[in-house]
């Protein structure tokens, strides 16, 4: 086995992770808040992905540069779905439906982008999505580290929205007990809405970073999703810290597995480490033990 | 379970919107003009998305441009021809479920192919329970053949065949020029697997030394530690056994970021995809970027050129940037055409009976006759390369003897000099 290419691996693991757990943080956020299971984030990333690609094509705004305005707009777009479809379900059934009316969502998107771009793939373009730089014998592309390093910016904000201000009690309330939260005047509503926006907006940094790796059409987000759901349910639904390691330790086993056995075993082992973790803890690594009231 | 009145507006509201949005986007094209007689309906099941959306939608563009050809010629038998093509979402199941509603709901008189060989399997199974003849033109891998379906016909290359000329030119390379070492990866597809074993035997023939050799899984997202695992072994050749513009793209990206550039890079899909490709890669990175195939937009074959023109007449672009998919989607028209033609009817039996007969049809390909499994052994396969970085080209570079085959650059420049 190549040492050198053990560390790239390690290197790719933990760089390429960080990404997918930030998408995967707020599909978690959203269960965890609202008890909607959220399939239509693979192509909110992809919508991302194409915002940033109209920015650049249109306007020729850089790629982070533009993340200032498709931030707020996919944050837009999570307000405008939560209040539309979203908002509306209600009772013991309301997470099952949220599948169907996602999915619904998320056809209504894929249609449209294939309308406006076409199927034919594109990849997001920059100078520095194609150079790295190396450290001793290992490579790092610029774009993967400055993904890493945008997706822990994006997540130590997070946590700070949640653990240092007034709105994060009301989000953590939210989590733990909606119908406590309520009752000690917590707006539940208004809590759900503005974190499935966040939830949402977050898909703009990752579609962004995904789309500068990858050359994507709408139909990439099929493979996003199984993914990022996989992730979360390792991490443990609504867990955002569990969100992260799965997201990190995912790739990382993957990609490691990858090059000391075959990466035909990349993807078997992660669902392999799902299912004794499953067999063990059923609700994931740092999930809760017991179903939440809703 | 209950559900109150509102809640099902908005399902239903969404789904309908998102089922007319898709519609929209995927215009199944139903292809028609007033004629005289009853219009002849022909299934085809499509991947307008998914996996294989891009190639489907080329595949949806040939077929469109022969139904537009032959009614403008006065339609099958005088039949005016009606697309009739639903979207598999590039799933094999969705293909099985398509075909039979095409058969036995919508009563189509004939069956056009759908793409891949992983998506044809499903589909001739499921014509040839129902006696149709399935003439296809993307599901050329062995798996599809293996099945020994009286059914089938693919007009394009057999695949297995498809890395030849390339391999037979690295290893008649004079010694002081022939690469050292060679890396096959590549995904677990019936399209791309069948064709490392066949490029390996006549490279290792060569005394060309495997330094990576492995099999990656059809769903990764992820190619950067394959790649870099790839660039690490540091072969002087790689043989990528892809199936669209992602993935080599993502090769191509994780090379260039690895500071390594193998001197000849072969592709067994992407490549092809014509401006799309080069929309996906850049043209400075697609210089010297290799990919096996049976036709190209600047075939020299005069059923070809017309069809290159109209196609750009419709839908734009440039010769070189004609998806080869078009191509084998027409020609498939084309081999109906005459097999209809022929019988003097719509009987698949008497289709069937006539196209494994050994006739030779003359299509936008080249010549296609089959074999007892269905196969079109006559069709040859070349090499096509990207040249240049400004006035980009795509150009036939093998077999070398071939008066239409030009020079070949090698070594591959630089990623984007």
Not at chain 2, 227 to 248: C, E, M, R, W
């Amino acid at each position: 086995m190549n040492s050198i290419a053990l560390l790239s691996a390690a290197k790719d693991g933990i760089l390429t992770g960080s990404v997918y757990a930030l998408m995967a943080t707020g599909l978690t956020l959203i269960f965890g808040v609202m008890d909607i299971i959220n399939v239509a984030q693979g192509i909110l990333v992809i919508l991302g992905a194409y915002l940033s690609y109209a920015l650049q094509i249109h306007w020729h705004i850089d790629l982070f540069i533009g993340l200032l305005i498709t931030i707020p707009a996919m944050f837009v777009v999570g307000i405008v779905i939560e209040r539309l479809f979203l908002g509306r379900l209600k009772g013991p059934e309301k997470t099952a439906m949220s599948i169907l009316v996602t999915y619904a969502v998320s056809l209504l998107i894929e249609g449209s982008l294939n309308m406006i771009f076409s199927v034919n793939d594109v990849q997001l373009q920059g100078w520095y999505v194609q150079k790295a730089f190396a450290i001793g014998s290992v490579h790092f592309g610029y774009i993967y580290v400055a993904g890493f390093v945008l997706a822990v910016a994006l997540l130590s904000a997070l946590y700070f929205m949640l653990y240092r201000t007034r709105f994060g009690v009301s989000v953590r309330a939210s989590l733990a007990d909606q119908t406590s939260a309520a009752l000690v005047g917590i707006d539940v509503r208004r809590v759900s809405t503005i974190c499935f926006g966040i939830g949402v907006a977050v898909t703009a940094a990752g579609g962004m970073i995904y789309g500068s790796t990858n050359a994507f059409n709408a139909s990439s987000s099929y493979d996003l999703i199984s993914r990022l759901l996989t992730i979360i349910v390792l991490g443990g639904m609504g867990s955002l810290g569990g969100a992260m390691v799965a997201g990190v330790g995912m790739v990382f086993v993957g990609d490691m597995v990858g090059v000391v056995w075959s990466p035909i075993w990349s993807s078997m082992s992660y669902f392999i480490i799902l299912a004794i973790v499953l067999l063990f803890r059923p609700q994931g690594l740092f999930g809760k033990q017991m179903a939440r009231v809703a | 379970m209950k559900l109150n009145g509102k809640f099902l507006r908005v399902l239903g509201a969404t789904t309908v919107a998102g089922s007319m949005a898709l519609a929209l986007a995927t215009d199944s094209g139903a292809v028609s003009k007033s004629h005289a007689m009853s219009p002849i309906k022909i299934g085809i099941s499509l991947s307008l998305s998914g996996d294989f959306s891009a190639d489907g939608q080329a595949f949806q563009q040939g077929y469109k441009l022969w139904a537009s050809d032959i009614n403008k010629a006065g339609g099958l038998l005088g039949h005016p021809v009606t697309l009739d093509i639903k979207s598999d979402a590039s799933l094999p199941a969705q293909v099985q479920t398509n075909y039979q509603a095409l058969i036995s709901n919508d009563h189509v008189a004939l069956t056009f192919g759908p793409f891949s060989s992983l998506l044809t399997i499903p589909a001739a199974k499921t014509t040839a329970r129902y006696g149709y003849a399935m003439v296809e033109g993307a599901g050329g891998a062995p798996s599809v053949f293996s099945l020994k379906l009286h059914n089938v016909f693919d007009v394009a290359l057999p695949v297995a065949n498809s890395l030849v000329p390339f391999a037979n030119w690295i290893s008649t390379l004079p010694a002081s020029k022939r690469p050292k070492t060679v890396a096959y990866v590549t995904s677990n597809d019936p399209f791309t697997e069948p064709q490392i074993p066949v490029a390996q035997a006549i490279l290792s023939k060569a005394g060309i030394k495997s330094v990576y050799n492995h099999v990656f899984p059809a769903e990764v997202t992820d190619f950067t530690p394959i790649a870099d695992a790839v660039a690490a072994a540091k072969p002087d050749v790689v043989i990528l056994g892809a199936t669209d513009v992602p993935t080599v793209s993502a090769f191509m990206q994780a090379f260039e970021q690895s500071g390594f550039s193998p001197k000849a890079f072969i592709a067994t899909a992407g490549p092809d995809q014509g401006a799309a490709f080069i929309k996906a890669v850049g043209k400075a990175n697609a210089d010297g970027v290799m990919v096996p195939n049976s036709w190209y937009g600047l075939a020299a074959n005069k059923q070809s050129k017309k069809m290159v023109a109209e196609y750009i007449k419709t839908y734009g672009g440039t010769p070189a940037g004609v998806n080869g998919d078009v191509a084998e989607a027409y020609a498939v028209g084309q081999v109906m055409a005459a097999a209809v033609k022929a019988t003097g009817g719509f009987s698949n039996s008497k289709i069937i009976t006539y196209l494994h007969s050994g006739v030779k049809i003359a299509t936008v390909l080249g010549g296609a006759q089959f074999n007892a499994l269905g196969e079109n052994p006559s069709m040859t396969a070349y090499t096509f390369q990207w040249q240049g970085t400004t006035g980009t080209k795509f150009v036939q570079v093998n077999p070398a003897n071939d008066p239409n085959s030009v020079k070949i650059v090698y070594p591959k420049p630089a990623w984007g000099k």
